[in-house]
């Protein structure tokens, strides 16, 4: 049940940050702004404190320590792939232009309309 009061306040927290965006209509934007971070701020740090929060900032640390054990390619392993890449879709791009054109001369054939 208290999990429950928490994320309807973080969700009125939220709303109150957007109507917060409306309300200093007449301010400076950067001031606005602020008013949304702020609630969008506030509502996070209540939400942490639930059950669901919980489960989600655990698998945020899970997920960080993952990207971690992860083997990046290096700099010359990224530009071989992308030239690669573009080799290939350059290639497909002309495969594909010759069979538009050779099904676009049978058809103009076949209707009587070719040379």
């Known amino acids: 049940m208290t999990d429950k009061l928490k994320l309807g ?17 007449e301010h400076a934007l950067v001031l606005r702004v602020l008013a949304v971070l702020a ?3 506030m509502a996070i740090f209540v939400a942490r404190f639930t059950s669901h929060g919980q489960q989600f900032f655990a698998f945020g640390k899970e997920a960080w320590v993952e990207t971690k054990k992860v ?13 690669v890449v573009f080799l290939l879709v350059v290639v497909i791009a002309i495969f594909l232009w010759i069979v538009d054109a050779s099904l676009m ?11």
């Open 39 to 41: 609630g969008v701020g």
């Open 105 to 115: 001369w049978a058809v103009k054939l076949l209707m009587g309309q070719g040379d």
């Open 9 to 25: 306040l973080a969700i009125l927290l939220l709303a109150a940050g957007v109507a917060g965006f409306y309300i200093l209509s």
């Open 71 to 83: 083997v990046w390619p290096t700099r010359k392993e990224t530009f071989q792939t992308t030239g």
